[in-house]
């Protein structure tokens, strides 16, 4: 078993692969018509999903939105320039939640929201 992607189900596809770009520098890879798109994020795919077309299929779940409290989970971006990433990241449009910070561990860590209320983690790389 291994992890292959995340699927982040939003209201539209298109637009939230555009802030992704503006905000976190990441391309998108592929995408399907407007329902679905992945992000070059290496090994692990980064997905969006509408969430409509997503409900068609049986599947319920609480939606994305930035007036709502975050999801219980969060995406984790891992860069060398984390205060370089997060004013990026809120220069394009995300909240910002917590400031990079240093951890006991040695890591730089941060959080906005997205333009869908998803919670991001941005993080220098845990120290072996």
């Known amino acids: 078993m ?13 637009a939230t692969v555009a802030f992704w770009e503006r905000a976190f520098g990441l391309a998108c890879r592929f995408r399907h018509e407007d329902k679905y798109a992945e992000m070059e994020t290496g ?6 999903a509408d969430e409509v077309f997503v ?12 007036g709502s409290s975050a999801a219980g989970m969060e995406i984790g971006l891992v860069s060398g320039d984390v205060a370089g990433q997060f004013k ?15 951890k006991p561990w040695g890591q730089t860590v941060s959080y906005v929201r997205d333009c869908n ?12």
């Open 55 to 66: 409900q068609s299929s049986g599947v319920t779940f609480a939606a994305n939105r930035q």
């Open 117 to 128: 209320g998803v919670l991001v983690e941005i993080c220098s790389p845990v120290a072996a």
């Open 88 to 102: 990026m990241a809120v220069e394009a449009g995300c909240v910002a939640v917590v400031a990079p910070m240093q």
């Open 2 to 14: 291994r992890l292959g992607y995340i699927i982040v189900y939003v209201a539209d596809v298109p």
């Open 43 to 48: 090994a692990t795919a980064l997905a969006f």
